[in-house]
């Protein structure tokens, strides 16, 4: 059995560790809130964006075209954006977005990995330590993403997606992210980002719904514009939920641990008080058994 300073020493190391995941708990509590409000307010303007890109493109018909809309031939070579965080402390938040990527890079495209075509962007500190140490083919450009997420370090990351798309560098992109649900849920997605796919907007009992459009300036201008836009705004939203599901996750976790931190006060405690009651009878006993022997005497 422990002795009573080691085990009041515990106690203390126990105690001190509640107090920080605590605050942990606080600070990430009011932090979700914060990217949560972010996520809840770009959502209706990203839907109501894709909306109008649907509708005028069914609208359209056939009658347009888009590099980031045409599909390639042949699935060459992949991209798969990988959405982590740069701190730990979370939970299964990180772990579950780099198995998914690996189960998808070793299963869905083992045969474009073994021959070197599949390429990770691992946007967050701990996606890029992780595909680092298992030698896959990363990209490094894009870190220290989340102490600040912003639409134009989105737009980055997104550009050199849509870029090597366009050039052919690759022909189909995957991102795998964390969808913000509620506090305690983190809903991982794997969605194709390109090429990216056009639904047309129907109506409640199945048919097309239709507008008549004028365009000014032209159809193909609008279009060049709004579909980049629509792409980065994707983006940009998927990575706001991360961001809001990463508080969510470490809130959760750091909820735990504290409740985990106080039960084993708890065993430390009645250990300590039942160590310290066995160590005070044992006096008494040692001082009756000396006080008869006296009297024995």
Same mark, same amino acid.
Request: charged content about 30%; glycine content about 6%; proline content about 2%.
């Given at each position: 059995? *422990?002795? /009573?300073?080691?085990?009041?020493? @515990?106690? +203390?190391?126990?105690?001190?560790?509640?107090?920080?995941?605590?605050?942990?708990?606080?600070?990430?509590?009011?932090?979700?809130?914060?990217?949560?409000?972010?996520?809840?307010?770009? @959502?209706?303007? *990203?839907?109501?964006?894709?909306?109008?890109?649907?509708?005028?493109? %069914?609208?359209?018909?056939?009658?347009?075209?888009?590099?980031?809309?045409?599909?390639?031939?042949?699935?060459?070579?992949?991209?798969?954006?990988?959405?982590?965080?740069?701190?730990?402390?979370?939970?299964?938040?990180?772990?579950?977005? +780099?198995? =998914?990527?690996?189960?998808?890079?070793?299963?869905?495209?083992?045969?474009?990995?073994?021959?070197?075509?599949?390429?990770?962007?691992?946007?967050?500190?701990?996606?890029?330590?992780?595909?680092?140490?298992?030698?896959?083919?990363?990209?490094?450009?894009?870190?220290?993403?989340? $102490?600040?997420? #912003?639409?134009?370090?989105?737009?980055?990351?997104?550009?050199? *997606?849509?870029?090597?798309?366009?050039?052919?560098?690759?022909?189909?992109?995957?991102?795998?992210?964390?969808?913000?649900?509620?506090?305690? +849920?983190?809903?991982? @997605?794997?969605?194709?980002?390109?090429?990216?796919?056009?639904?047309?907007?129907?109506?409640?009992?199945?048919?097309?719904?239709?507008?008549?459009?004028?365009? =000014?300036?032209?159809?193909?201008?609008?279009?060049?514009?709004?579909?980049?836009?629509? /792409?980065?705004?994707?983006?940009?939203? $998927?990575?706001?939920?991360?961001?809001?599901? =990463?508080?969510? %996750?470490?809130? +959760?976790?750091?909820?735990? %641990?504290?409740?985990?931190?106080?039960?084993? /006060?708890?065993?430390?405690?009645?250990?300590?008080?039942?160590?310290?009651?066995?160590?005070? #009878?044992?006096?008494?006993?040692?001082?009756?058994?000396?006080?008869? %022997?006296?009297?024995?005497?």
């Amino acid at each position: 059995m *422990a002795s /009573l300073k080691e085990v009041k020493e @515990r106690i +203390t190391s126990v105690n001190s560790t509640q107090q920080i995941t605590k605050a942990m708990k606080m600070v990430s509590a009011a932090k979700m809130r914060r990217a949560q409000d972010r996520v809840i307010g770009m @959502r209706p303007y *990203a839907n109501k964006l894709e909306a109008i890109l649907d509708n005028v493109t %069914a609208a359209l018909g056939n009658d347009f075209s888009s590099p980031f809309v045409e599909a390639h031939d042949e699935v060459k070579s992949v991209l798969v954006i990988a959405v982590t965080s740069d701190r730990g402390l979370a939970g299964a938040f990180n772990s579950n977005i +780099t198995k =998914e990527a690996t189960r998808l890079i070793k299963e869905e495209y083992s045969s474009l990995d073994k021959a070197g075509r599949v390429e990770v962007l691992a946007i967050g500190s701990k996606g890029q330590d992780y595909f680092k140490r298992r030698d896959f083919e990363l990209n490094s450009d894009f870190v220290d993403f989340f $102490h600040n997420v #912003t639409f134009e370090e989105a737009r980055k990351s997104a550009e050199y *997606a849509m870029d090597g798309y366009i050039s052919g560098k690759f022909d189909k992109v995957i991102m795998v992210y964390n969808e913000f649900k509620n506090v305690a +849920t983190q809903i991982v @997605r794997s969605k194709q980002f390109l090429p990216f796919s056009l639904d047309v907007v129907t109506e409640s009992d199945g048919s097309n719904q239709e507008a008549d459009y004028i365009f =000014e300036p032209d159809k193909e201008e609008i279009l060049s514009e709004l579909i980049p836009k629509t /792409l980065k705004i994707n983006f940009y939203t $998927h990575l706001l939920d991360s961001n809001a599901a =990463e508080h969510g %996750a470490r809130m +959760t976790a750091m909820d735990k %641990a504290t409740e985990n931190a106080g039960e084993l /006060l708890n065993a430390l405690k009645l250990d300590y008080n039942r160590s310290r009651q066995a160590a005070i #009878t044992n006096e008494i006993l040692e001082i009756v058994g000396g006080a008869e %022997a006296l009297a024995g005497k």
